[in-house]
């Protein structure tokens, strides 16, 4: 509720103009008030650590979805590779230039544990070659 007196005060509208920050900050540059000028100052400050900060991420987001497209486009390609290679035959590992039943009777005569079947170990074949005398 106003008073009488209130009412009878004539209003002043005053017109506050909206700034941008730039205008805002060349306002502040300009002020006769040190304080405001060294508000400007710090400001401006704190802005352009902003921009930097936020052309930095914008460029790492960019190096990311790069990063993760050629990932994508490099899995499609090994897998087109692995699709058109010729197919090698299981256990086809090349031939050995030694007696696996011969290495194998020798490794279980030493207690030297080696599987029964498939490849020798390459420490069992070096151990017999050392006890056998035969050069690698």
Do not use: I
Not at 37 to 64: I, K, M, S, Y
């Amino acid at each position: 509720m106003t008073t009488a007196a209130e009412a009878d005060t004539p209003r002043v509208e005053l017109d506050v103009e909206v700034l941008s920050v730039d205008e805002l900050l060349d306002w502040g540059d300009k002020h006769p008030d040190p304080e405001v000028a060294d508000q400007a100052t710090r400001a401006r400050a704190a802005f352009e650590g902003l921009r930097h900060r936020h052309t930095t991420d914008r460029r790492l987001f960019a190096l990311e979805f790069e990063s993760t497209q050629l990932e994508r486009r490099l899995a499609e390609l090994q897998a087109q590779r692995a699709a058109l290679a010729p197919r090698r035959p299981k256990g086809a590992r090349g031939k050995v230039d030694y007696p696996a039943a011969t290495v194998r009777a020798w490794a279980a005569a030493n207690g030297m544990p080696c599987p029964r079947t498939g490849r020798v170990p390459d420490r069992v074949v070096k151990a017999w070659r050392q006890t056998a005398g035969t050069a690698e």
